[in-house]
């Protein structure tokens, strides 16, 4: 309803409904709430393996937890796209968040 809203043809969505969606948090992106709940679900995996293990170096293949190895791996992969000034996934929030949790970044 809100595309068609958009392209102005005949929607039940309103004004005051996108407002009190909006006022619920609702994400209009729902491949990039996808894309940040992953995120969080394996920094989550991190905190914890880092609280087993001492520190953040998971290996690549991690049998314990396959994705956070290859997670990892990405974050660094991105890191370095970061540095080197290409389009990239890691956002400045989740480099802070990753280095206060002491992320070895190579």
């Not at 102005?8 to 409904?17: F, N």
């Not at 937890?65 to 290409?86: A, C, D, F, H, I």
Request: aromatic content about 14%.
């Amino acid at each position: 309803q809100y595309l068609y809203m958009k392209k102005r043809k005949l929607s039940s969505m309103t004004k005051g409904r996108i407002e009190m969606l909006k006022g619920i948090g609702f994400s209009w992106n729902a491949k990039e709430t996808m894309n940040r709940m992953a995120w969080n679900e394996h920094y989550k995996n991190l905190v914890c393996y880092k609280a087993i293990y001492g520190h953040c170096k998971v290996p690549q293949k991690f049998p314990a937890n396959p994705g956070l190895g290859k997670w990892v791996m990405t974050q660094r992969l991105q890191y370095k796209y970061m540095k080197q000034g290409k389009p990239t996934t890691l956002k400045q929030e989740r480099f802070e968040a990753l280095n206060n949790l002491g992320f070895t970044w190579d």
